[in-house]
């Protein structure tokens, strides 16, 4: 019998909904064959090679269908939402794998008695778990842009920070227990008390399946937002550092450099801008019209091209701030800004963006149907190296791409400086060497690779340069939880 129905044979007999597929590498249907990584394009399917694919039900299954891959030499590939920007899905593989897709597993399992704590099922999508709180006017305060399309095991498994980080804290900090089937299909729960819970969040699949996650949640609150002008990205930074320190913390703080307040909207109606900026304006968020192919294909130093184009029309980076309303210090923040050269443009900012944030997805499809490519890196930075990354990446990607910055997610020690870049299709080995640059770059500025995107199989041959001589702690987990090394090949390590 062929190896593939052998091994479907087997899971079939498990799978109470024989809810099972194999498809030829190059039929994968869309929704499993793209994940939202850049990674559709450096994917190169071996198109003879058969792909089996699950959806298990339960937790039962997940154990069994892990023990069957264990038995018959099968690597696990584990996917939520498919969201994850280090790459989700199998790629050169030379033995046989099944995709695990967790969404089947969803849903409210249990609340205590005053609702300040949730279990979901690992599968179930952030925005639905956020139409379930908001029954009781209760949210989990973690709001990443992907809400609608990433699952809460996929928070757990990359620790993803939502947009309001700085107040609810990451998907570590709102955690307090998970349930994980390992590589040998045993059934463990840890709570946070427990050592290998911190093994466990962040560990990207490697480790085994997460089943159920256990979640605080928080009344909802009213919200004060102001956007401000600040004269430039170091001021900016001076005072964005400022705000991250002072009590009561803000729930969102943002710095976006010129032409990312820009293209994201941000300034929209602010300082009508000159025909020059329009037209260049028209083209970036656009990208409908044939400018940006052309002149993205020279190479040239775009970046510094559209920002003096900018600075001539005073367009500066622009700080989005929000608080708790009650909470809000208001003339003392006022003042602060006013002190750093910062001018108030309202609410309306904030208002605009908050309401964009989550259709980012539709804009990376605009820019792939023009032919173009956009990736993101978001490296977590110490506090006094952030200008130096800022300035440093830039210059790796200024004769490569159009360059977009943000710096968000503040922390006592750091924060994450994130860059969109925007460029035509290169080689896959360019494509390699500029995240290679990049990732060498921040590695001399004592900065993680990745803030909250995850590591994947895109940046997880960098590990080395962020650990070091510590990966080795990450290689004894892999030993104890996946004795077989069956879970996520290719991923982190
Ligand atoms: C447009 C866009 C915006 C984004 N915005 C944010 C943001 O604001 N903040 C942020 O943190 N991230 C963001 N991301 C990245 C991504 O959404 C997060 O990494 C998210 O946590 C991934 O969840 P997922 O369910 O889609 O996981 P997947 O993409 O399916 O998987 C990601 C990794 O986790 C593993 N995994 C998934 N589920 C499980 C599980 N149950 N058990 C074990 N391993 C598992 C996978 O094997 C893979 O290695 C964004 C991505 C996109 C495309």
Same mark, same amino acid.
């Given at each position: 019998m062929p190896f593939i129905s052998n091994v479907t044979n087997k899971m079939e007999g498990v799978l109470k909904e024989k809810n099972l597929h194999v498809w030829k590498a190059d039929g994968l249907p869309y929704h499993i064959l793209r994940d939202a990584s850049s990674s559709f394009w450096w994917f190169e399917p071996d198109v003879e090679s058969e792909i089996l694919y699950t959806a298990p039900r339960n937790e039962t299954e997940v154990a069994q269908i892990i023990r069957i891959a264990g038995q018959l030499g099968v690597k696990v590939i584990v996917r939520g939402g498919g969201s994850g920007l280090g790459g989700v899905l199998p790629y050169e593989s030379d033995v046989p794998y099944v995709i695990m897709d967790l969404k089947g597993i969803d849903g409210l399992l249990k609340e205590n008695e005053k609702c300040s704590l949730a279990s979901f099922g690992a599968g179930t999508l952030g925005i639905e778990a956020e139409r379930i709180m908001a029954r009781q006017r209760r949210t989990l305060g973690n709001l990443p842009m992907s809400l609608a399309f990433s699952t809460l095991g996929g928070w757990a498994a990359t620790d993803a920070a939502g947009h309001f980080s700085t107040y609810?804290?990451?998907?570590?900090d709102l955690l307090t227990s998970v349930r994980l089937v390992d590589g040998r299909g045993d059934i463990h729960e840890f709570s946070r008390t427990?050592?290998?819970?911190?093994?466990?969040?962040?560990?990207?699949?490697?480790?085994?399946?997460?089943?159920?996650?256990?979640?605080?949640?928080?009344?909802?609150?009213?919200?004060?937002?102001?956007?401000?002008?600040?004269?430039?990205?170091?001021?900016?930074?001076?005072?964005?550092?400022?705000?991250?320190?002072?009590?009561?913390?803000?729930?969102?703080?943002?710095l976006h450099d010129p032409l990312d307040s820009l293209v994201s909207g941000i300034l929209e109606g602010i300082n009508p801008p000159s025909s020059m900026v329009s037209g260049l304006l028209a083209g970036l968020s656009g990208f409908r019209n044939t400018l940006m192919p052309l002149m993205l294909s020279g190479g040239k130093l775009l970046t510094s091209w559209a920002e003096n184009i900018l600075s001539g029309d005073?367009?500066?980076?622009?700080?989005?701030?929000g608080y708790v309303a009650d909470e809000m210090p208001a003339d003392t923040i006022e003042d602060i800004l006013r002190d750093h050269g910062a001018v108030s443009l309202g609410p309306a900012p904030v208002l605009r963006w908050l309401g964009r944030r989550h259709d980012?997805?539709?804009?990376?499809?605009?820019?792939?149907?023009?032919?173009?490519? +956009?990736?993101?890196?978001?490296?977590?930075?110490?506090? !006094?190296?952030?200008?130096?990354?800022? &300035?440093?990446?830039?210059? *790796?990607?200024?004769?490569?791409?159009?360059?977009?910055?943000?710096?968000?997610?503040?922390?006592?020690?750091g924060a994450s400086v994130y860059f969109t870049f925007v460029f035509k299709p290169f080689s896959r080995e360019e494509y390699d060497l500029l995240w290679s640059d990049m990732a060498q770059t921040v590695s001399r500025y004592?900065?993680? +690779?990745?803030?909250?995107?995850?590591?994947?199989?895109? !940046?997880?041959?960098?590990?080395?340069? &962020?650990?070091?001589?510590? *990966?080795?702690?990450?290689?004894?987990?892999?030993?104890?939880?996946?004795?077989?090394?069956?879970?996520?090949?290719?991923?982190?390590l």
């Amino acid at each position: 019998m062929p190896f593939i129905s052998n091994v479907t044979n087997k899971m079939e007999g498990v799978l109470k909904e024989k809810n099972l597929h194999v498809w030829k590498a190059d039929g994968l249907p869309y929704h499993i064959l793209r994940d939202a990584s850049s990674s559709f394009w450096w994917f190169e399917p071996d198109v003879e090679s058969e792909i089996l694919y699950t959806a298990p039900r339960n937790e039962t299954e997940v154990a069994q269908i892990i023990r069957i891959a264990g038995q018959l030499g099968v690597k696990v590939i584990v996917r939520g939402g498919g969201s994850g920007l280090g790459g989700v899905l199998p790629y050169e593989s030379d033995v046989p794998y099944v995709i695990m897709d967790l969404k089947g597993i969803d849903g409210l399992l249990k609340e205590n008695e005053k609702c300040s704590l949730a279990s979901f099922g690992a599968g179930t999508l952030g925005i639905e778990a956020e139409r379930i709180m908001a029954r009781q006017r209760r949210t989990l305060g973690n709001l990443p842009m992907s809400l609608a399309f990433s699952t809460l095991g996929g928070w757990a498994a990359t620790d993803a920070a939502g947009h309001f980080s700085t107040y609810y804290g990451r998907t570590s900090d709102l955690l307090t227990s998970v349930r994980l089937v390992d590589g040998r299909g045993d059934i463990h729960e840890f709570s946070r008390t427990d050592s290998d819970f911190h093994l466990i969040v962040g560990s990207e699949g490697i480790l085994g399946v997460i089943t159920a996650v256990e979640l605080l949640t928080f009344p909802q609150e009213r919200f004060w937002f102001r956007a401000f002008k600040v004269p430039d990205m170091y001021e900016g930074l001076e005072v964005f550092r400022y705000l991250t320190e002072l009590c009561p913390a803000p729930v969102l703080l943002r710095l976006h450099d010129p032409l990312d307040s820009l293209v994201s909207g941000i300034l929209e109606g602010i300082n009508p801008p000159s025909s020059m900026v329009s037209g260049l304006l028209a083209g970036l968020s656009g990208f409908r019209n044939t400018l940006m192919p052309l002149m993205l294909s020279g190479g040239k130093l775009l970046t510094s091209w559209a920002e003096n184009i900018l600075s001539g029309d005073n367009i500066s980076p622009v700080i989005l701030l929000g608080y708790v309303a009650d909470e809000m210090p208001a003339d003392t923040i006022e003042d602060i800004l006013r002190d750093h050269g910062a001018v108030s443009l309202g609410p309306a900012p904030v208002l605009r963006w908050l309401g964009r944030r989550h259709d980012m997805a539709s804009e990376v499809s605009v820019y792939s149907s023009a032919g173009l490519m +956009i990736d993101t890196a978001e490296f977590s930075v110490p506090w !006094k190296f952030i200008n130096q990354v800022y &300035e440093d990446i830039r210059d *790796v990607l200024a004769s490569r791409a159009l360059t977009l910055v943000h710096i968000s997610h503040p922390d006592i020690s750091g924060a994450s400086v994130y860059f969109t870049f925007v460029f035509k299709p290169f080689s896959r080995e360019e494509y390699d060497l500029l995240w290679s640059d990049m990732a060498q770059t921040v590695s001399r500025y004592s900065a993680a +690779i990745s803030h909250h995107h995850g590591m994947g199989r895109l !940046k997880g041959r960098f590990i080395h340069l &962020e650990h070091g001589p510590g *990966v080795i702690h990450i290689r004894n987990a892999k030993s104890r939880f996946d004795p077989l090394n069956i879970m996520n090949p290719g991923v982190l390590l």
